[in-house]
């Protein structure tokens, strides 16, 4: 009964989605000339590889931290990994995802990862717009014409849009744990929903509050632009072209030994969850997968960095992921700790289908977490670090690591270093040419390198008097050290002189030829012994 109450409901689903007739965005597709792009550009490089030895070294480590996570949480059963790159390399489990059978957790059991699907979601939404069938600033009335008659808290709010969902500013209210219940529901229910007047809890575009229903909406979107239901989408044009075959809608499809069943803790018990089919929710948190199939999802989204100009392989374009690693609506949280819990503020926002936080440390984590009746998931990206951990756990809304102490072995125990920006060939030409100019102020010279406003707030006299000065009191010129990049047109040096360090920055102009438009020079004297 169970397998034909699942056919005719996905049946139901597919009747009421092909009655409506898909709607396409009304926004001409401009015609797009081939891109031109430098061949002098230089993409931010690891200066001494050696990540991929370094994590695989604190496996044990990390064992023992997930075994007593899981211990002290009561969780039966946690798989995890860390991917560097392209590659899972480091990758296990502890403890049960079927207590009644006694199988025990791999990294190719399969747990529902809840809320971990929207970045999915998020995907297919962009995809489709990057196709030029939809924009984002679309009405979502425009392919769901329930929307249109919904009832906004004032006069002079905006309608709601397709970025709306994305980053759950719709004004929707907080749905947890109301929408976790939701996920079999049928498109009709989603659609009833809709058309019985949503309550609000915001205006549209005011304020970030997460929002479960949103991202149903935006399934449902997928499906009427496609033409084909919403999982059907995602499995061909996400899950198949990534090679995830091990990654499901229904946890009937999963292999009994691999599947990972449902907890709670209770009555210092555990106490199974009932697993609810997918159905129009799903869009908000149905997949199911393992971590060895979720490794290489992780993979795709740090393949996005750094921007360089080699052949585009994935699902979308690795401009289109960056995009959606690019928070929205950003908050400071001035009382943010890092690993250690010393203080370190943090900026964050909602991307789309990701959270984004940078902290005063500079690490920037993209991430997102999953929870629902039985499970908790959780995947942290570290783009500039070309690493990503996730585990799953099958504890309700429970975090399934211990983030923070995983967070020290990597940035404080191994101290993993970020990609580091070569220096452009202009601005290692322009160094050389700034210390020239220092010492000698050649008019020929000047006139080669220098901007048209170089003179305008302070005059020649005037700049070779206060550099001068400079140089008198550093004494004679010893060595110029390795200039450090900000970007293709912006740097920093240091030249070691007999009494201290001179300190240049300078940034280039953008024309064709960038000459110096802004040179500051500074002196740091020797400590005196």
């Given at each position: ?235 061909t044009n996400i899950l198949q072209p990534l ?58 989204h740090l393949s996005a960095w750094p921007p ?165 009191k550093a004494g004679d010129i010893q060595s ?50």
């Open positions: 009964m169970k397998n034909l109450y699942s056919y005719l409901l996905y049946s139901s689903f597919v009747i009421i989605l092909f009655s409506c007739n898909p709607k396409q965005s009304t926004n001409p597709k401009a015609e797009i000339s081939p891109l031109s792009f430098s061949d002098s550009y230089k993409a931010p490089v690891f200066v001494h590889d050696d990540r991929i030895e370094k994590i695989k070294k604190i496996a044990p480590k990390l064992q023992k931290l997930i075994t007593e996570h899981a211990k002290t949480k009561n969780i039966p059963g946690i798989a995890y990994g860390i991917v560097v790159d392209n590659e899972l390399v480091v990758s296990s489990a502890t403890g049960f995802i079927n207590i009644e059978m006694e199988l025990t957790a791999t990294p190719v059991s399969a747990f529902r990862i809840a809320s971990m699907t929207k970045s999915f979601t998020a995907m297919a939404i962009m995809k489709l717009r990057d196709e030029g069938k939809l924009s984002l600033s679309d009405p979502v009335s425009q392919y769901i014409p329930e929307m249109a008659k919904v009832e906004y808290l004032t006069k002079d709010s905006p309608i709601i849009d397709i970025e709306n969902l994305l980053t759950m500013t719709a004004g929707f209210p907080e749905d947890n744990p109301w929408g976790d219940r939701q996920l079999h529901e049928s498109n009709q229910m989603l659609m009833n929903l809709i058309a019985d007047e949503v309550s609000f809890s915001n205006i549209p575009s005011y304020k970030f509050e997460y929002s479960n229903t949103g991202y149903a909406l935006l399934g449902n979107i997928v499906s009427r632009v496609s033409g084909i239901p919403y999982q059907a989408y995602i499995k090679g995830m075959e091990q990654t499901y809608w229904e946890y009937d499809s999963v292999p009994k030994e691999q599947l990972a069943i449902g907890y709670r803790w209770e009555d210092e018990q555990w106490k199974l969850e009932p697993m609810l089919h997918d159905g129009a929710f799903g869009a908000m948190g149905g997949l199911i997968t393992s971590i060895e199939d979720f490794s290489k999802y992780v993979s795709f360089r100009s080699d052949e585009e392989t994935g699902p979308v374009k690795r401009s289109t992921l960056r995009e959606m690693q690019t928070p929205q609506f950003s908050r400071l949280y001035a009382k943010a700790t890092d690993f250690n819990g010393d203080p370190c503020a943090v900026i964050s926002g909602y991307g789309y289908g990701l959270g984004i936080a940078e902290y005063c440390n500079k690490i920037k984590q993209v991430s997102h977490g999953g929870a629902l009746p039985g499970y908790g998931s959780n995947y942290v990206l570290f783009p500039e670090y070309g690493v990503g951990i996730m585990a799953f756990c099958n504890l309700t809304y429970t975090s399934p690591y211990p983030f923070r102490d995983i967070g020290k072995l990597l940035f404080d125990s191994l101290d993993l270093q970020p990609r580091q920006l070569p220096v452009s060939d202009v601005l290692a030409e322009r160094q050389k040419q700034v210390v020239e100019l220092i010492k000698n102020w050649d008019l020929e010279l000047e006139e080669n390198i220098l901007a048209e406003n170089f003179y305008m707030d302070k005059s020649r006299a005037y700049r070779m008097s206060e550099i001068k000065e400079v140089l008198n110029t050290n390795e200039l450090a990049p900000r970007n293709q047109l912006r740097g920093s040096f240091e030249i070691q002189a007999e009494h201290g360090v001179i300190d240049i920055f300078f940034t280039l102009t953008p024309e064709k030829y960038p000459k110096v438009q802004r040179l500051d020079v500074s002196f740091e004297p020797n400590e005196k012994k």
